[in-house]
C-alpha cells in the first residue's frame, strides 16, 4: 500500500486525482473512490443520455492529465490513492441506468468486481499501457464491462 502524500490536500491536481481526498482511506482506496462517486451519479442520473455522456468524456480526457500529472509528480505509475479512474469507470457503469439506490449500489458490486478481478482486456491494459491513459483505460474497460452486466440485469428485471 502507498502512503497518500500530503499534497493531495496542497495540489489541486492531486486532490482530483485522489477522488477528492477519498483515495487517501487507510485501506481499500479504490472502494472507497467509487463509493465518493455515487453522489455525483446521483447528481448526474437526471441528465439526458448526452450531457450525462458529455460529462463522462470530459472527466475521462481530464482524468489522462490529472492522472498523468500526479503520478509523475509522486513518481509512481498509478499510485492507489489515485482514483480518479475508479470515479469515471463507476460513471461509465451507470450509462443510461435509471437512479435507484439499488442501482447505484448493484453498479458499485459490478464494477468493483471486474475492476478487481481484471479479466481480459483490463488486466492487459492495466500492464501494458503506462502513462495517465494506461490508469484511466483498465478502470474504463472495467466501466464497459460493468456497463454490459448492468444493462442485462436491467433488461431481465
Known sequence: MNRAPASVWRRPVHFLAFGLGSGTAPFAPGTFGTLAAIPFYWMMASLSLWPYLAIVLVASLVGIWICDRTSKDLGVHD??????DEF???W???VAVPFSWQAALWGFVVFRVFDILKPWPIRWADRRVAGGFGIMLDDIFAGIFAWSTMHLWLWFH
Open 79 to 84: 499510485h492507489s490513492g489515485i482514483v480518479w
Open 88 to 90: 469515471v469507470g463507476y
Open 92 to 94: 461509465i457503469t451507470m
